[in-house]
Protein backbone atom coordinates (compact mmCIF):
# COMPACT_ATOMS: atom_id res chain seq x y z
CA UNK A 1 0.00 0.00 0.00
CA UNK A 2 0.46 3.43 -0.30
CA UNK A 3 0.39 5.81 2.51
CA UNK A 4 -0.04 10.24 1.80
CA UNK A 5 1.30 12.43 4.87
CA UNK A 6 -0.46 15.75 4.15
CA UNK A 7 1.11 19.22 6.10
CA UNK A 8 0.97 22.92 6.26
CA UNK A 9 -2.78 23.67 6.68
CA UNK A 10 -3.63 26.19 9.18
CA UNK A 11 -5.55 29.89 9.75
CA UNK A 12 -4.28 32.49 7.62
CA UNK A 13 -5.78 36.45 6.74
CA UNK A 14 -7.09 37.06 3.25
CA UNK A 15 -4.20 37.94 0.68
CA UNK A 16 -1.95 35.67 3.08
CA UNK A 17 -0.05 32.71 1.85
CA UNK A 18 0.69 29.23 2.65
CA UNK A 19 2.65 26.29 1.55
CA UNK A 20 1.08 22.49 2.16
CA UNK A 21 3.56 19.66 1.50
CA UNK A 22 2.23 15.82 0.83
CA UNK A 23 4.63 12.83 1.07
CA UNK A 24 4.04 9.54 -0.18
CA UNK A 25 5.52 6.53 1.58
CA UNK A 26 5.45 2.68 1.17
CA UNK A 27 5.21 0.18 -1.29
CA UNK A 28 5.86 2.53 -3.90
CA UNK A 29 7.44 1.34 -7.34
CA UNK A 30 6.86 4.54 -9.93
CA UNK A 31 4.50 7.66 -8.91
CA UNK A 32 2.74 8.82 -12.08
CA UNK A 33 1.13 12.11 -10.72
CA UNK A 34 0.34 13.65 -7.55
CA UNK A 35 -2.40 16.27 -7.21
CA UNK A 36 -4.10 18.63 -4.90
CA UNK A 37 -8.08 18.69 -4.17
CA UNK A 38 -9.78 21.04 -1.72
CA UNK A 39 -13.22 19.87 -0.37
CA UNK A 40 -15.22 22.44 0.66
CA UNK A 41 -18.36 21.49 2.82
CA UNK A 42 -20.97 20.45 0.94
CA UNK A 43 -18.96 20.72 -2.21
CA UNK A 44 -17.02 17.67 -4.08
CA UNK A 45 -13.39 17.48 -4.46
CA UNK A 46 -12.10 19.23 -7.12
CA UNK A 47 -8.57 19.35 -8.49
CA UNK A 48 -6.76 22.68 -8.48
CA UNK A 49 -2.68 21.76 -8.98
CA UNK A 50 -1.30 18.27 -10.46
CA UNK A 51 2.12 17.48 -10.69
CA UNK A 52 3.29 14.59 -13.02
CA UNK A 53 6.55 13.07 -12.73
CA UNK A 54 8.46 14.89 -15.46
CA UNK A 55 7.38 17.83 -13.44
CA UNK A 56 4.47 18.85 -16.17
CA UNK A 57 1.79 21.10 -14.41
CA UNK A 58 -1.83 21.81 -14.62
CA UNK A 59 -4.18 24.17 -12.89
CA UNK A 60 -7.57 25.33 -12.83
CA UNK A 61 -8.92 28.80 -13.67
CA UNK A 62 -9.10 30.17 -10.54
CA UNK A 63 -5.74 29.12 -8.96
CA UNK A 64 -3.24 29.57 -11.73
CA UNK A 65 -1.86 32.71 -11.19
CA UNK A 66 -1.89 32.55 -7.20
CA UNK A 67 -0.51 28.65 -6.65
CA UNK A 68 1.99 27.01 -7.54
CA UNK A 69 2.83 23.03 -7.49
CA UNK A 70 6.18 21.51 -7.56
CA UNK A 71 7.53 17.99 -6.79
CA UNK A 72 10.78 16.55 -5.47
CA UNK A 73 10.86 13.03 -6.92
CA UNK A 74 14.13 11.94 -4.43
CA UNK A 75 11.61 12.50 -1.62
CA UNK A 76 7.68 11.54 -3.30
CA UNK A 77 6.70 14.84 -2.04
CA UNK A 78 4.38 17.25 -3.64
CA UNK A 79 4.15 21.16 -2.57
CA UNK A 80 1.13 23.73 -2.94
CA UNK A 81 2.59 26.75 -2.81
CA UNK A 82 -1.02 29.04 -2.08
CA UNK A 83 -0.49 32.70 -2.34
CA UNK A 84 -2.87 35.57 -2.41
CA UNK A 85 -5.66 33.40 -0.48
CA UNK A 86 -9.21 34.06 -0.67
CA UNK A 87 -11.86 32.96 1.36
CA UNK A 88 -13.31 31.11 -0.84
CA UNK A 89 -9.88 28.72 -0.62
CA UNK A 90 -11.10 27.81 2.43
CA UNK A 91 -11.13 23.79 2.31
CA UNK A 92 -9.58 20.53 4.15
CA UNK A 93 -6.93 20.00 1.18
CA UNK A 94 -6.53 16.41 0.33
CA UNK A 95 -3.30 14.63 -1.43
CA UNK A 96 -4.01 12.43 -4.43
CA UNK A 97 -1.28 9.92 -5.70
CA UNK A 98 -1.52 8.03 -8.94
CA UNK A 99 0.70 4.84 -7.91
CA UNK A 100 1.93 1.27 -9.35
CA UNK A 101 3.10 -0.78 -6.15
CA UNK A 102 5.05 -3.53 -8.77
CA UNK A 103 7.17 -3.21 -12.24
CA UNK A 104 3.90 -4.68 -13.88
CA UNK A 105 1.09 -4.05 -11.83
CA UNK A 106 -1.59 -1.92 -12.30
CA UNK A 107 -1.83 2.03 -11.27
CA UNK A 108 -4.02 3.27 -8.18
CA UNK A 109 -5.27 5.83 -6.39
CA UNK A 110 -4.48 7.21 -2.91
CA UNK A 111 -5.33 9.60 -1.02
CA UNK A 112 -4.39 11.05 2.06
CA UNK A 113 -6.14 12.49 5.23
CA UNK A 114 -6.58 16.40 4.01
CA UNK A 115 -5.07 19.40 5.93
CA UNK A 116 -7.24 22.38 6.87
CA UNK A 117 -7.16 25.77 5.27
CA UNK A 118 -8.67 28.08 6.39
CA UNK A 119 -8.97 31.55 5.14
CA UNK A 120 -10.27 34.35 7.37
CA UNK A 121 -11.16 37.84 5.17
Known amino acids: QVQLVESGGGLVQAGGSLRLSCTAS????????MAWYPQAPGNQRELVAG???????NYADSVKVRFTSSKDNAKNTVYLQMNSLKSEDTAVYYC???????????????WGQGTQVTVSS
Open 51 to 57: VKSGGST
Open 26 to 33: GSIFRLSK
Open 96 to 110: NAIASTSDSGPYFSF
